[in-house]
């Protein structure tokens, strides 16, 4: 069977199954699927994926695979990037090399597309994963996220929040719940290599050996979790918002990114270290689960006017403003950790490009 029916045949199965759960922004998922499934019929793709919830043993074979990725040595050049040590820090490194340049522009949204899926892709190319890469609803765990199951510590979490120890605000949030190493859960012997860049998180992590963070650095794993921001920010009923009020993608990233948007309420929610570090907040292994979710929004926007919202693209090339206008021409390149140079162009659609896979 080619790569192409087999797309649409478990695209099928998906919509007889009826995995979505009641809730207002699956309601617009499943507002904007026929448009979706139309395209999908149409197209010549390869792959395919579904992201979604996983069961719990699912859940091990992704944690699984993430710590395999985190047990394979680095492909990067050691003498430029001494302190990523494996293929997970190769990820942390790219991000790191290219913050400035893929955050507050107009490549936000298709770069972190990109990273996530390369993400993906290497955990079933290189560590023998076959599922996909979950997403973290802000809105279903908004009131109790440390006890999401995501976060609850358990051997099928991303582990849980870091150990409660005194300590004041990042400057984004008060200070939570946490703030020491994480103790629970499959990550808490893993180690942070790279960073920090610019640290937020108090007490601050030791300092990098090199001025550009890619020195080695080891640590533990910090985090401060609690429910103060997606209490305020990243409700269903903001997440709704943010995806009916803004009708063009210039307005709709930018409040995405904003201090009241979902995608700084996700990361300061991790919070700790590295994941109240801009540049290095890959490093916690629950960043690919966030971004998967502001992904999924980005998904669900473009469905509610399928035709009108691929191949548009607002913003600048950089974070502080300078420089050209970012154009769907532009190229997006991850370095070792994606095998293809791509323009936005052909990352704007997840049914299309290198892309298939929908959200249920
Ligand atoms: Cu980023």
């Known amino acids: 069977m080619s790569l192409r029916r ?17 809730d207002a922004v699956n309601d617009l998922a499943a507002k904007g699927r026929p448009a979706l499934d139309a395209q999908l019929a149409k197209d010549q793709t390869n792959g395919r994926a579904l992201r979604g919830n996983l069961s719990a043993a699912d859940r091990k074979n992704y944690i699984a695979a993430v710590l395999c990725l985190m047990g394979k040595p680095s492909k990067l050049d050691q003498s430029k990037y001494p ?4 293929r997970y820090d190769d990820f942390v490194a790219v991000h790191i090399n290219q913050t ?4 507050g ?10 990273f996530t899926w390369s993400y993906e892709l290497a955990l079933r190319n290189e560590c023998g994963y076959n599922g996909t890469q979950p997403y973290w609803d802000w809105g279903v765990w908004a009131n ?5 199951p995501i976060f609850d510590g358990s051997d099928t979490s991303m ?3 870091g150990q409660k120890i005194t300590h004041k605000s990042n400057g984004i949030s008060p200070a939570g719940n946490g703030g020491g190493c994480v103790q629970t859960g499959p990550f808490k012997n893993f180690t942070v290599n790279l960073g ?3 640290p937020m998180a108090d007490p601050a992590p030791p300092k990098n050996p090199r001025s550009d963070g890619f020195g080695y650095n080891p640590r533990c794993l910090r985090r401060d979790i609690s429910n103060y921001l997606t209490t305020r920010y990243a409700k269903t009923s903001d997440i709704v918002a943010l995806i009916t009020n803004y009708t063009d993608v210039g307005s709709f990233q930018t409040k995405m990114q904003a201090g009241d948007g ?4 996700g990361h300061f929610t991790i919070a700790g270290d590295p994941g109240a570090d801009f540049f290095n907040s890959p490093g916690d292994p629950a960043f690919w689960l966030l971004h998967s979710m502001i992904d999924r929004v980005w998904y669900i926007w473009q469905i509610q006017n399928f035709s009108n919202r691929q191949l548009v693209i607002s913003g600048g090339t950089t974070m502080m403003g300078s420089g050209p206008a970012q154009t769907l021409d532009d190229l997006i390149d991850l370095n070792v950790v994606a095998n293809k140079v791509y323009k936005i162009r052909d990352l704007v659609s997840t049914v299309d490009g290198p892309f298939c896979y929908v959200y249920e």
Do not use: M, Q
């Open 6 to 22: 087999l797309c649409l045949l478990i695209a099928a199965l998906l919509c007889v199954l009826g995995l979505s759960a009641a």
């Open 105 to 114: 522009t107009g490549n936000f949204l298709s770069w972190h597309r990109y």
């Open 144 to 148: 109790d996220p440390e006890r999401s």
């Open 159 to 161: 582990s849980g929040n």
């Open 262 to 265: 979902v995608h700084g309420a």
């Open 100 to 103: 400035l340049y893929i955050h």
């Open 83 to 86: 302190g990523a040590k494996t």
């Open 196 to 198: 920090p860049v610019v």
